[in-house]
Nanobody, 116 residues
Framework: QVQLVESGGGLVQPGGSLRLSCAAS????????MGWYRQPPGKQRELVAT???????TYADSVKGRFTISRGNAKNTVYLQMNLLKPEDTAVYYC??????????WGQGTQVTVSS
């Protein structure tokens, strides 16, 4: 099993920045993609960004140029640097870990609220 714990959410004004962290533990062998998803109020969960074990990354169009996903040196931590935040970025942000066989693991989520 894989356990994921997110941290770093909070309340920020429009234009501000936050850095989310996801700490992974457990049996991490074979995890090849980690990512961030978000679920805005009243909407479905959506992809924000992913990063592979080879550090190749992808982003949703809505966050390109503002958000950056990265991995820690120990490879068991994934970060999401969020800059130029907008009210529409308000959501619960979830960390995800994925194996090639389709096994998928989720964290409990962290709330990000962008409001003046």
């Amino acid at each position: 099993q894989v356990q994921l714990v997110e941290s770093g959410g909070g309340l920020v004004q429009p234009g501000g920045s936050l850095r989310l962290s996801c700490a992974a533990s457990g049996i991490l062998f074979g995890i090849n993609v980690m990512g961030w998803y978000r679920q805005p109020p009243g909407k479905q969960r959506e992809l924000v960004a992913t990063i592979t074990s080879g550090s190749s990354s992808t982003y949703a169009d809505s966050v390109k140029g503002r958000f950056t996903i990265s991995r820690g040196n120990a490879k068991n931590t994934v970060y999401l640097q969020m800059n130029l935040l907008k009210p529409e970025d308000t959501a619960v942000y979830y960390c995800n870990a994925l194996r090639p066989d389709g096994s998928s693991y989720w964290g409990q989520g962290t709330q990000v609220t962008v409001s003046s």
